[in-house]
Structure formats: C-alpha cells, structure tokens
C-alpha cells in the first residue's frame, strides 16, 4: 500500500479495526523493508502488486474516490518502477461508486501506468455487482483492454452476524464472511448472465472461489431447481435464459491459492476450476509473521 494511500485511509476510513491492522503491517506500507525480505528469503518470487482494503469507493464518496484511486495506483505505479526485478507489475484500484470514473480511471491506469488489470471488491458499498451501472467497467476491462479482473472480498466489522448484536463477534466479519462475500458475488454475476454477455470475461477470485469449491454439490444440485423454493416471482425463467447449466460458469472463474497454505482446500479448489484456472497467490503480508509465512506456505501447499 503507498504511504500516501495509507494516510487517506487513516483520515478517512470509518472502519477503526482496518486502520489498526493496515498501520501495524510495516511489510503492508513499507516497501524497502518488503524488499529486503525478498531478497533474504525468496530471490526468485515475483509479486504482482494489488492494493489492501478498504478500496477507494470505502474512503470516499463518488466525488472524492477518483481521487483516492489515482494515489493508490500512481504510488503502485512508482513501486514498480523503483523495484521491477520484484514488482514487475501491478493490478489497478477503482472508484466503483462513480462507475463513468472507474472506467475512465481503468484506461489511465493501463495506458498510461501500464497496470496488467483491474481489481473490485465484492460489492460498492453495499450494492451487488450485476447491477447494470457496473457493468461498463467489465466491459471495459474485457472487451477493450483484454486484461483479467481481481475480485477481493469486503465485509465490515459493522455487519452483525445476527439481526439482534449490533456488530460481528470474534473477527467472524472476515474469517468466514469474506469467502460468502465472494460466493455471493460470483452467484450474482453467474444468473445475471455476465458470461454469456462477455464470453471473454476472467475473473480472479479470492480465496480460491470462497465457499463454491466445496460447496460444488450443493451448487449444482439445488441450483438445478431455482426457483422450486421461491414464493414470490419465477426465478425458474433464469435457468432458461443462461446457455448452460449454473455449475459450468462457476467454473469459469478463476481461483488463487490464498488459503492459509492449507494443502487439502486447495486441492478441492484445483480439482473444481482445474489447474489452468487457478493462480498463485501469496496474501503477504498478511499472516502471523508479517509477511514471509504465507508465501513460504503456499508454495508448500502447492
């Protein structure tokens, strides 16, 4: 993360518990001392920079995240320059709250930084994905740019697990409720269609596709009756309007190896994407040691 993103987010995030977890991982801010890590312990790792949460549209209102997302990717941009033998490429923030700027901010950050994607997170501020504002965004990045899409979950602290506390308990927020956060919006992206109106679309999830992976079964078998649990509306129309069955386009996404560099969940994850659709990835630094744990495991895992 840019220090000069980081001072944002301290001055304006209002999630108290992100700003203590993102000010105390010196490896998250500090970029020197990431690379000094590097080049002790994994001189032939490459890392492919993408920016922490909270994301710009979490900072700020649509007036003001266009500007977060162009200090976040100008200092991302710079870290790439400065260090390419570790950083030979970034992934791009955007505005999604100000959906005509996430697109115009998409085509600065590839054309003019060289970004090699872009990277959303699981809802804007709340609102799915497949609403139709969005979609111009995947459009953009797909049909124009052809460059692949990083989905990083987000849900707050603030969202109780039950109607009746006023916040989640015991970090439940994001242990469990990120991998559902991402289940959720592949869902919504699978019945709203968006692989049969961007055949080209690739989408990287986090965590290894969430909850679907395991969940293939479930998935498949009682998505095979939409509608037959609804009482209101004909959800049964959707099956009809999506050229295959609901399971072949879960499995059109994309996984990365994020999993604590737990070996068996990544072998359900490999053997429901397959090999070709899941990509390395390390979440440094965000493990007990601060940064080289959970490369070190995920190659392990692997």
């Known amino acids: 993360m840019p220090q000069a993103y980081l001072e944002l987010v301290k001055q304006n995030s209002k999630e108290p518990g992100m700003v203590k977890r993102m000010s105390s991982l010196r ?14 312990k994994f001189r032939d790792v490459q890392q492919v920079l993408t920016l922490g949460l909270p994301s710009p549209e979490l ?31 970034f992934v791009a923030s955007l505005p999604m709250n100000n959906p005509r700027a996430a697109v115009d901010e998409t085509d600065r950050a590839i054309n ?7 990277q959303i997170i699981t809802s804007v ?13 995947f459009e953009r990045a797909t049909n124009h740019h052809d460059v692949p899409i990083w989905m990083h979950p987000a849900r707050p602290a603030s969202r109780a697990d039950y109607a009746g506390e006023p916040k989640s308990k015991y970090e439940i927020w994001q242990v469990l409720g990120w991998p559902f956060e991402t289940s ?12 049969d ?33 609804s009482a209101e509306g004909d959800e049964a129309q959707v099956l009809q309007r999506l050229k295959r069955a609901p399971i072949e386009y879960f499995k059109m996404f994309y996984g990365d190896t994020v999993l604590g560099g737990a070996a068996a969940p990544l072998a359900c ?13 390390s979440d440094c630094p965000f493990d007990p040691e ?6 070190r495991e995920g190659i392990r895992s692997i």
């Open 59 to 89: 900072l700020g209102d649509a007036a003001h995240s266009p500007e977060y997302a162009r200090v976040a990717n100008d200092g991302m941009a710079e870290m790439c320059r400065k260090w390419p033998q570790e950083f030979p490429a």
């Open 125 to 137: 501020a709340g609102r799915p994905l497949d609403e139709p504002e969005y979609f111009p965004v």
């Open 290 to 295: 601060g940064g080289p744990m959970f490369i």
């Open 27 to 40: 490896m998250l801010w500090d970029i020197e001392h990431r690379v000094a890590m590097l080049r002790e």
């Open 197 to 229: 109106r961007l055949p080209k679309l690739r989408i990287i999830t986090h965590h290894c596709g969430g909850m679907i992976p395991y969940f293939a079964g479930r998935a498949e078998t009682l998505w095979a009756q939409l509608g037959s649990r």
């Open 112 to 118: 003019q930084l060289g970004a090699k994607g872009i």
């Open 184 to 195: 959720v919006a592949m869902a919504r992206m699978v019945f709203s269609g968006f692989f």
């Open 269 to 281: 994850g490999i053997a429901f994407f397959g090999v070709d659709h899941v990509v390395f990835a």
